[in-house]
Structure formats: structure tokens, C-alpha cells
Antibody, heavy 119, light 107 residues
């Protein structure tokens, strides 16, 4: 069945770089896009960017200067790197599959990984 | 960016009530709106896509409607398991944008 699993450090120091991995199963990264969404604690959801099924990337303009998304299709993994982290980057980070069939929309989500930015 | 104005921020309902949440987009989103349920400590769960298509496993008491800029999401016969926050998402244009959420509580 479709699964997405985020992994990465729980604690990052201010000004450092966050590196997260989304490992997927049950579908191919060359057939489906993967999006990253984050949620500050107790707050709403923010779309960060995407790795399209064809290898193209798109980013939220608010994060574009700090954000990079890449993938390794042989390992079924999508990577997020975001630099110059600050305390307001603290929150839960999710990867989600975008189902471009059947009128689209993100459908399956990972369980999320909590990231705390603190010295 | 398309702004999604979601209301109300919170709802208090009795079991068996019908509740409705609305989302207004800052421009026409061509029915590309999805609705998610999120329980504390959990990832969002897709309930409805493309305005009114129920995702597999979504109970029939959930429904969605709308067009253009204005969309609504309803739960008829609210059950205790429906206690959660609900978010709309427009996916017509990048960046995808979410509504600010509605927290449903039971009276």
C-alpha cells in the first residue's frame, strides 16, 4: 500500500541547515509528485514546494531562497534541504503524494517529523 | 498567491447536528479545492477532493459543494469521532494554499 515516511533530525540550531528525507513505497516517484508541507506548532498548514514526477521542482516564493528539493528514484526518496533556519521554522514537516489522476490533490501523507530550531 | 479565507475558526456542535464550513478563494479556483481532517498529533487526512468527490473511506455524512470562488464543506449528523480541525486547500494554482482551519468541538 502507499506509504510515505519522513525522517530527519529533531533538533536544529539556528542558522544551520535542515535536511529531511521522505521515503515512499507503494508508488513510483516517476509517476507521482511529492510535495512538502509544514505546520508550526498549533498553527495552520503551509505548502513548501514539490518534486514533480518528471523531476521538475517548484517552491513557495517565501522560502525559495532557502529551500532545495531533490530525489533519488532508485531509493524511492525525496529530499528537502532548507538553510538558515530560525526559531519560526519550528514545527512538523510532512511529505505528501500529489495524485494527478482523478482530479488531483494531495492524498496520502506521511506521519510527519517534528523539527525544533533552538540553540 | 491565492488567499483562502476559511470560516468560522471554531465550531461547537451537538451530536447529530449539521455543521458547515466555508472557504472563499481570492480568485476562481475552478473547483480545485480539497478538504482535510486533522486530529491532534496526526497528519491531515483527505476527505473530499475536486469540491465534492468523497475520497474512498470518507463517510457519506461529509459533503462539499461550490464553484468559482465560494466553497462549503458540511458534516451532517456530527459524531464524536468528528472532533478535529478541518482545512480547505486550493490546488488550482501554485503555490498551493490552505485555509486557516476550523476547529470542531462537541458541546
Amino acid at each position: 500500500q502507499v506509504q510515505l515516511t519522513e525522517s530527519g533530525p529533531g533538533l536544529v540550531h539556528p542558522s544551520e541547515t535542515l535536511s529531511l528525507t521522505c521515503t515512499v513505497s507503494g508508488f513510483s516517484l516517476t509517476g507521482y509528485s511529492v510535495y512538502w508541507v509544514r505546520q508550526p506548532s498549533g498553527k495552520g498548514l503551509e505548502w513548501m514546494g514539490r518534486m514533480r514526477y518528471n523531476g521538475d521542482t517548484s517552491y513557495n516564493s517565501a522560502l525559495k531562497s532557502r529551500l532545495s528539493i531533490s530525489r533519488d528514484t532508485s531509493k524511492n526518496q525525496v529530499f528537502l534541504k532548507m538553510n538558515s533556519l530560525q526559531t519560526d521554522d519550528t514545527g512538523t514537516y510532512y511529505c505528501t503524494r500529489y495524485n494527478r489522476y482523478n482530479s488531483g490533490s494531495p492524498d496520502y501523507w506521511g506521519q510527519g517529523v517534528m523539527v525544533t530550531v533552538s540553540s | 498567491d491565492i488567499q483562502m479565507t476559511q470560516s468560522p475558526p471554531s465550531l461547537s456542535a451537538s451530536l447529530g447536528d449539521k455543521v458547515t464550513i466555508t472557504c472563499q478563494a481570492s480568485q476562481n479556483i475552478n473547483k480545485y479545492i480539497a478538504w482535510y481532517q486533522q486530529k491532534p498529533g496526526k497528519a491531515p487526512r483527505l476527505l473530499i477532493r475536486y469540491t465534492s468527490t468523497l475520497e474512498s473511506g470518507t463517510p457519506s455524512r461529509f459533503s462539499g459543494s461550490g464553484s468559482g470562488r465560494d466553497y462549503s464543506f458540511s458534516i451532517s449528523n456530527v459524531e464524536s469521532e468528528d472532533i478535529a480541525s478541518y482545512y480547505c486547500l486550493q490546488y488550482d494554482n501554485l503555490p498551493l494554499t490552505f485555509g486557516s482551519g476550523t476547529k470542531l468541538e462537541i458541546k
